[in-house]
């Protein structure tokens, strides 16, 4: 089963930023947050991921709370592009470990 | 930019007939992923390979699906025979897969499968 619970679906204007959060309550020490997403018709798409300190890259941030038992990804501009599923996943960091999808967030960016 | 490549796109099969897919990944990625994505849910990992051998098959429903990966490159997921219930999306993911550093897992396209 998924150890993150996502809400099932959000919307945003496009060119405001849209925050998902993700619960994680049972995280465990080794554990790492993970982002995908999923645009419709294609398969699922590395994001970012964190252990503790908040990340950025190229297409999102990464607020993982002090606690760790929460997250948020954060696009900062929304394009209608976004428009997607957006999975939280929690795993070992190997990447031999596997992933396990929850039923995620379907984002709509708004025109 | 290397993508996995997967083959067909798209199939439809009628109950009790064979069905088999095809996955190219990126070169040199040594960890080989088949997952199932029922429609409206995430993807489930069928089956993982580290470069010919099988890692971890425990979802794999082995009465009728099978997996290989021979020559630890391309690799090849089969149904037989499909039932009405295998309607989905089969995706092949692949990774570099090394011990002491993080790489992600790059996903195909997938292919859908529609039984009738």
């Known amino acids: 089963d998924a150890k993150t619970t996502q809400p099932t679906s959000m919307d945003c204007a496009e060119g405001r930023a849209a925050n998902l959060p993700c619960n994680h309550s049972?995280?465990?020490?080794?554990?790492?947050v993970y982002w995908y997403r999923q645009i419709h018709s294609q398969g699922p798409q590395y994001i970012i991921h964190g252990l503790k300190n908040n990340e950025t890259n190229e297409m999102a941030s990464l607020i993982i709370t002090e606690d760790r038992k929460s997250s948020t990804l954060i696009l900062p501009h929304a394009t209608l592009r976004d428009t997607a599923v957006y999975y939280c996943?929690?795993?070992?960091?190997?990447?031999?470990?596997?992933?396990?999808f929850g039923s995620g967030t379907r984002l709509s960016i708004r025109p | 930019e290397a993508e996995v490549a997967q083959s067909p796109r798209y199939k439809i099969t009628e109950k009790s007939q064979a069905v088999a897919f095809w996955c190219d990944p990126i070169s040199g990625h040594a960890t080989l992923y088949w997952y199932r994505q029922i429609l409206g849910q995430g993807p489930e990992l069928l089956v993982q390979f580290q470069d010919e051998s099988v890692v971890d098959d425990s979802q794999l429903p082995k009465d009728r699906f099978s997996a290989e990966r021979l020559k630890g490159v391309d690799s090849t997921l089969k149904i037989q025979p499909a039932e009405l219930g295998d309607s989905a999306m089969y995706l092949c993911?692949?990774?570099?897969?090394?011990?002491?550093?993080?790489?992600?897992?790059?996903f195909g396209p997938g292919t859908r499968l529609t039984v009738l």
């Open positions: 049972t995280i465990s020490g080794n554990e790492y």
């Open positions: 996943i929690v795993r070992p960091y190997s990447s031999a470990s596997k992933i396990i």
């Open positions: 993911a692949s990774s570099l897969a090394l011990a002491t550093t993080y790489n992600e897992q790059f």
